[in-house]
């Protein structure tokens, strides 16, 4: 039988004494595991054998919402509305703790209240009693919301690059972006509204939304914003990103707006921003009251700027694309032949008008030089004005040169140069016009001939030729041989203008034109009047004839006083034409006798009663004084003989 000694005072104190000091390790170890716990987490949890919570602690348990905390002792872990993101979900991970296995970084996730996620990372192991027997599990939580947020936008800004990138336009990129912000964040609809400055509007060009805000979004595209008008109007104006919790709460929602947002309350507006000024404004809504998210903004900032850059690059390609678009339908439907030829002169890119003018097809053309296909006598025309072009002196050089065409004929054309060059201003390639003037060519070559033989034949069948302004003043003066400008003067137009006033054609006026040596010339004129398309008057055009020569009035001196011949009454025209004629004869004066007969001839073709009056012995009236002596008929027929 044992006996028990009965222990003193001193032994009890120091029994107390040792209590008191594994008290005091136990709150000191307890004190390091909540420090240690702190340190490396953000809360502590055990669960027992059936996985139920038994113990929750930590400042950031539950997110901090301590009711939630009190509900969740007793539930495990799948029944507590939290999402597992793992391979195989919760049911993966009841095997592994079926199998008293400790897990790392679980991430699980729970919507809460205002819709946003809240992440939770969890790690764990197996607890046994000391007899062996599975206890329950113990562990550690992170709250790694921030860093999934982080994580989440960064994936919205590289969902709406890829987007943007991947675009095959402009309203499929925007498509993509409203559709990735508004997925990723739970918004229920965003709108592109797209800067009009002639109208001075914005207007909606894109929109995304879900099946319960189709009305909002139908709506809200086919209205239209002024500059400070409206949530978006407001951006626009400002500039500056706008987070609105509830439109119903707030005075700068347009009155069709609020009219709209029946079940809209959020909203975020993000101005799109290029070159420094504000081309469009995006717009997010949502059916939920939601409090600025700094870091969304944050996001939804570097979106608009990646569309806004996207937009200006779409924009600048668009109008190139429509630039080039342009170029290449008047390269290849331009009346004039175009191509580009490189810096060793062979053609890089020719059109199809260049190639009917030279006969030869596309292909045929390439690698050509312009030598190759230049006629020989025109090889260099163009390459002695090149140097100044290079040199920069001048931006363009022309030139007209023969060409021969693939089946050996030729072809003029006008070449006009100009040189491509880059950034540094270093050559590229030579810009070469051609326009085919071969027809202009040959037309000038009938005109010269035409005006050859106008000439030849003014000469062989009048004296001169001549064409008048509306004014009658000459504008073109041909003279036929033996004739000096001198010899007609504005005193021809004088002393026709009677004629010439009326505006009819005329035939076989005659006048006579005192020289300033003192002889007179006589001459013969005809015109016709000159009238434009639409019947104004232009002048006239005129053919003259002359006397052959001018013979001095001396030469009739020893005519009587009384000799008839008043010329320009057109009276005794034979008369005095047979006097003079027969005083040149006799003072032989050269060619006056075939002259007198070349007008007798003519004459009496002209006025066909001459050639009976010249062959009657009739006196044209015998008591004129002048003609008393002689008979009239009798003396013109010996003058004819006599010259004959």
Request: glycine share 10%; net charge neutral.
């Amino acid at each position: 039988m044992a006996i028990r000694r009965k222990r003193g005072p001193a032994a009890k104190k120091a029994t107390v004494r040792a209590g008191s000091r594994l008290e005091q390790a136990m709150r000191d170890s307890e004190a390091r595991f909540r420090s240690l716990t702190h340190l490396s987490s953000d809360w502590f949890w055990e669960q027992d054998a059936e996985y139920r919570f038994t113990r929750l602690e930590g400042p950031l348990v539950a997110g901090g919402d301590q009711s939630l905390r009190q509900r969740l002792i007793g539930q495990r872990r799948w029944d507590s509305g939290l999402q597992i993101d793992t391979e195989g979900g919760w049911d993966a991970h009841r095997a592994l703790l079926d199998a008293r296995q400790p897990f790392h970084d679980l991430l699980m996730w729970r919507r809460m209240d205002d819709g946003r996620l809240r992440w939770v990372e969890v790690s764990g192991e197996p607890v046994f009693a000391p007899d062996g027997s599975f206890a329950g599990y113990r562990g550690v939580g992170r709250d790694v919301t921030a860093r999934k947020r982080d994580e989440a936008l960064l994936r919205l800004e590289h969902t709406a690059a890829r987007g943007l990138a991947d675009a095959e336009d402009s309203a499929k990129a925007l498509q993509a972006v409203l559709k990735a912000v508004c997925e990723t964040e739970q918004w229920d609809c965003g709108l592109y509204f797209q800067v009009d400055e002639a109208a001075g509007r914005l207007r909606c060009v894109e929109a995304w939304g879900r099946d319960g805000a189709r009305d909002f979004v139908e709506g809200l595209a086919a209205t239209q914003f002024e500059r400070g008008a409206g949530l978006a109007g407001h951006v626009w104006a400002a500039g500056e990103p706008l987070w609105v919790p509830d439109v119903h709460a707030d005075g700068r929602v347009s009155p069709a707006g609020r009219e709209l947002a029946t079940r809209i309350h959020a909203a975020l507006v993000f101005p799109v921003i290029a070159d420094g000024r504000v081309i469009g404004v995006l717009s997010f809504s949502s059916a939920r009251i939601l409090q600025p998210d700094a870091r969304l903004q944050q996001t939804i900032g570097v979106i608009g700027s990646q569309v806004g850059q996207f937009l200006r690059r779409r924009r600048a390609e668009e109008s190139l694309r429509e630039s080039e678009a342009r170029f290449r339908r008047t390269f290849e439907l331009a009346g004039s032949g175009f191509a580009h030829i490189g810096l060793d002169r062979r053609f890089m890119r020719v059109n199809r008008r260049l190639c009917e003018i030279l006969g030869y097809s596309e292909r045929e053309l390439m690698g050509l030089t312009g030598r190759d296909i230049s006629h020989p006598e025109d090889l260099d025309v163009i390459n002695q004005q090149r140097p100044r072009l290079y040199a920069g002196e001048v931006d363009t050089v022309r030139s007209d040169k023969r060409y021969l065409r693939k089946d050996g004929s030729v072809v003029w054309a006008t070449l006009t140069l100009a040189l491509e060059r880059d950034l540094a201003g270093r050559p590229q390639y030579e810009i070469a016009v051609y326009d085919d003037i071969t027809a202009r060519k040959a037309a000038e070559d009938a005109l010269r001939e035409s005006e050859a033989r106008f000439r030849s034949l003014t000469q062989m069948s009048s004296d001169f030729f001549w064409e008048s302004d509306v004014g009658h003043r000459f504008t073109q003066l041909v003279y036929g041989p033996g004739y000096q400008a001198a010899q007609v003067g504005h005193d021809a137009i004088d002393a026709i203008r009677a004629k010439l006033e009326s505006r009819v054609a005329f035939r076989d006026f005659e006048f006579a034109r005192a020289l300033p040596d003192g002889a007179t010339r006589y001459f013969t004129v005809s015109g016709d009047p000159r009238f434009a398309a639409d019947g104004a008057f232009l002048g006239y055009r005129n053919i003259a004839t002359g006397d052959g020569g001018a013979l001095p009035g001396a030469w009739l001196s020893d005519w009587p006083a009384n000799t008839p011949g008043n010329y320009q009454n057109g009276g005794s025209w034979l008369l005095y034409d047979a006097l003079a004629l027969y005083a040149g004869a006799r003072h032989e004066v050269a060619g006056a006798r075939a002259l007198f007969h070349a007008r007798l001839r003519s004459e009496t073709r002209r006025r066909p009663q001459l050639h009976e009056y010249l062959r009657t012995d009739d006196d044209l009236g015998g008591s004129d004084p002048r003609r008393e002596g002689y008979g009239w008929n009798g003396f013109v027929a010996n003058l004819i003989e006599a010259l004959a």
